[in-house]
């Protein structure tokens, strides 16, 4: 159970490209979604937190206008990278939580490499 | 504020030996802590978590943490190493309240020599 599914793996594309990933929890509600960035030999930068039907909660540093999310049923969440540019590469992990409360764990998908040329 | 911090980001272990990898966390409230293993161009699954129940947490593929309140640790470890345990393992403390956002430590490279 509690499974995450993460799409596109991997995409390679040009500059000035806007790329959207989707996250979709396939066996359970998710009440709260997040995205994260992950650079090469490092760990996890959470870039944002939402609920299904709320705006997103940015992190400091993380521009809303580029990172766009949208969470708009309880069981998948979207994020576009907006003009994409090559300082925009990375991996981006999603993860999903049902249920309130701080002790439920987040499952995560596979992740997305995004590479802009 | 919570923190976790990992000691070592690369641990090397022959197959068959005991594994170690290190967790100590800061936190202002009773923590929940989290252990997450990573495989190459992968997410993360979840290895066991700490929710205040028992202090002794058993996980999936033989691993195993204990909750050290006086040592503010959370340490994983895993009897007998197998080969398919090389990956990045982190750790994580959720920082509370109804969100509850993870903060994850910077992880640790566990490589399994034949």
């Known amino acids: 159970g509690a499974v995450v599914s993460q799409h596109p793996s991997w995409v390679i594309c040009k500059s000035g490209t806007s790329v959207k990933i989707e996250c979709r929890s396939l066996?359970?509600?998710?009440?709260?979604m997040f995205w994260y960035r992950q650079f090469p030999k490092q760990s996890l930068m959470l870039m944002a937190t939402s609920n299904e039907g709320s705006k997103a909660t940015y992190e400091q540093g993380v521009e809303k206008d580029k990172f766009l999310i949208n969470h708009a049923s309880l069981t998948l969440s979207t994020l576009t990278v907006t003009s994409a540019h090559p300082e925009d590469s990375s991996f981006y992990i999603c993860s999903a939580r049902g249920g309130r409360g701080f002790n439920q764990p987040q499952h995560f998908g596979d992740g997305t490499r995004l590479s802009i040329l | 504020a919570q923190s976790v911090t990992q000691l070592g980001s690369h641990v090397s272990v022959s197959e068959g030996a005991l594994v170690l990898l290190r967790c100590n966390y800061s936190?202002?409230?009773?923590?929940?802590l989290f252990w997450y293993v990573q495989y190459p161009n992968q997410g993360l699954q979840l290895l066991l978590k700490?929710?205040?129940?028992?202090?002794l947490v058993k996980g999936i593929n033989g691993f195993e943490a204990e909750f050290k309140k006086s040592e503010t640790s959370f340490h994983l470890t895993k009897p007998s190493a197998h080969m398919s345990d090389a990956a990045e393992y982190f750790c994580a403390v959720s920082l509370g309240g109804s969100q509850g956002n993870l903060i994850f430590g910077k992880g640790t490279k566990l490589s399994v020599k034949p």
């Open positions: 066996d359970f509600q998710a009440t709260t």
């Open positions: 700490y929710t205040s129940a028992a202090t």
């Open positions: 936190s202002s409230v009773p923590p929940y």
